[in-house]
């Protein structure tokens, strides 16, 4: 059975930093294309960092210079350090796996002005 489950959200103020961190179980973790998303009220859900199976990674460029996506294989863990928070990224951030196709169940960030 796939898990993907997050953690780390939580209320901050502007300028502050958070750590986001996805456990995964039930997928070959190593091979797997993983990424982060957003969704914010009234809003589309949006990629925000992918990081390949080789450790290549890509940001939206909303967040480019203040996110950084990780990953440890050994423990199954991909990781979202966020720097510079602002308002605008409040939303609720969700875990993805490529292969399968699946999502965590998201946690809430928000970032108070």
């Known amino acids: 059975q796939v898990q993907l489950v997050e953690s780390g959200g939580g209320l901050v103020q502007a300028g502050g930093s958070l750590r986001l961190s996805c456990a995964a179980s039930g997928i070959i973790f190593s091979i797997n294309y993983m990424d982060w998303y957003r969704q914010a009220p009234g809003k589309r859900r949006e990629l925000v960092a992918t990081?390949?199976?080789?450790?290549?990674?890509n940001y939206a460029d909303s967040v480019k210079d203040r996110f950084t996506i990780s990953r440890d294989n050994a423990k199954n863990t991909v990781y979202l350090q966020m720097n510079s928070l602002k308002p605008e990224d409040t939303a609720v951030y969700y875990c993805h796996s490529s292969n399968p196709w699946y999502w965590g169940q998201g946690t809430q960030v928000t970032v108070s002005s």
């Open positions: 990081i390949t199976s080789g450790g290549n990674t």
